[in-house]
């Protein structure tokens, strides 16, 4: 076996792994924790988030009454605070700003996203596998086994925090939505601070943007861990004069291929409008639309996700990112938002200050291409 084969065989075999393993851990616990509140039976659960919802809504958001919450919490064997740390959020609630994030973060879809419980995730990434090769059974010349290189990739959450506000007369309104209403504040300011910091986050209290790693235009096996490679247009913030089309296929190609199965182009609408109007030798344009709902758009044959928070083409910018998002970034978050009422500080509006805990990095860096808009 190949010294790349073996480093794909680990890094599969290591990724399926810890897969597993975390969502068995997360079933585990979740059960766990659902069994051992008191009177719950059947669909144990259930009661105890109806009684959540219904403190945190009609309690806790529109009257600032922390009594029903506070008991729910006990009952549940809760470890949370309220005070200044808030409340966490009903768990059908925060799964549907889960939902909510995948569906306006374009970038949430597509990259690693990991629930974890500590303080922050680490993961140790092989960057050059062991001496291997073929012998026979009896053959005594066999290179002796190396030690594998491996670095630790450490992802510590920043918080990200929305900072909705309604008025008291709003809340006390009985047609007043609570719940689609924090829904929507929340989940739409998540999503746009974390997509911002998926792409240029500067790993302060935040995640760290994959354009913000240093590039190099070298192959696989001849740059640093941590850098990305890039491919260079040859034109100074311009795509190529001539069958511009073809330094997208040189892009595809960089990629190894066993990460081009599940990868994708990301860029912002402008520069999609410019690829839009490419087409190959044949005439045909190297952009399709979606055949049917729900089916992405595709160049090249790879689906095209749009992020506005991607540079726009300039000088040496890194406009159009190629990869296996899921393979190469991966987001990790602490379980549950958290919501503290303010009611004092900009009367006659009552702020919510919703939080959660989010980071990411880049962890392969053989899954992600960038195309760079210039000379070299």
Not at 97 to 103: C, D, G, T, V
Request: proline share 3%; glycine share 10%; aromatic share 8%.
């Amino acid at each position: 076996m190949e010294m790349t084969d073996l480093k794909a065989a680990i890094d599969d075999y290591t990724d399926a792994a810890e897969t597993g393993l975390v969502a068995v851990k997360n079933r585990l616990d979740m059960l766990e924790t659902k069994m051992a509140r008191p009177g719950v039976a059947g669909d144990y659960g259930h009661m105890d988030d109806v009684e959540h919802k219904s403190a945190f809504f009609d309690g806790f958001i529109k009257k600032g009454d922390t009594d029903a919450l506070k008991n729910v919490e006990a009952k549940a064997l809760s470890t949370s605070t309220g005070g200044d740390g808030g409340y966490a959020v009903p768990m059908v609630i925060d799964s549907e700003i889960e939902k909510q994030l995948r569906l306006l973060s374009p970038l949430r879809a597509i990259v690693k996203v990991k629930t974890i419980e500590t303080s922050d995730y680490k993961r140790l990434v092989n960057t050059g596998g062991a001496a291997s090769g073929w012998v026979g059974e009896t053959d005594t010349n066999r290179t002796e086994t190396g030690t594998p290189s491996l670095e630790q990739v450490q992802i510590t959450p920043g918080e990200l925090y929305a900072n909705a506000a309604a008025t008291q007369r709003a809340l006390d309104d009985m047609q007043f939505d609570a719940e689609a209403w924090l829904n929507e504040e929340v989940a739409e300011e998540f999503a746009a601070q974390e997509a911002a910091a998926i792409v240029n986050g500067d790993g302060t209290e935040k995640p760290k943007g994959f354009l913000t790693y240093t590039t190099a235009a070298t192959g696989d096996d001849a740059r640093a861990f941590g850098q990305v490679e890039h491919v260079a247009t040859g034109a100074d913030g311009a795509f190529p004069g001539t069958n511009p089309a073809d330094i997208l296929i040189d892009l595809v190609h960089a990629l190894s291929a066993r990460y081009r199965q599940g990868a994708h182009f990301v860029m912002n609408s402008k520069t999609l409008a410019m690829v839009r109007k490419f087409k190959d030798m044949d005439g045909n344009f190297i952009w399709r639309a979606g055949l049917a709902e729900g089916q992405p758009d595709t160049l090249l044959g790879y689906p095209v996700v749009e992020c506005e928070d991607m540079p726009d083409v300039a000088t040496d910018s890194l406009s159009i990112a190629f990869g296996n998002f899921e393979r190469a970034y991966t987001l990790v978050e602490r379980t549950g938002t958290r919501v503290l009422r303010d009611p004092y500080s900009n009367k006659p509006y009552v702020h919510f200050y919703a939080t959660r805990r989010v980071g990411g990095a880049l962890v392969n860096d053989h899954a992600l291409k960038l195309l760079k808009f210039g000379l070299a």
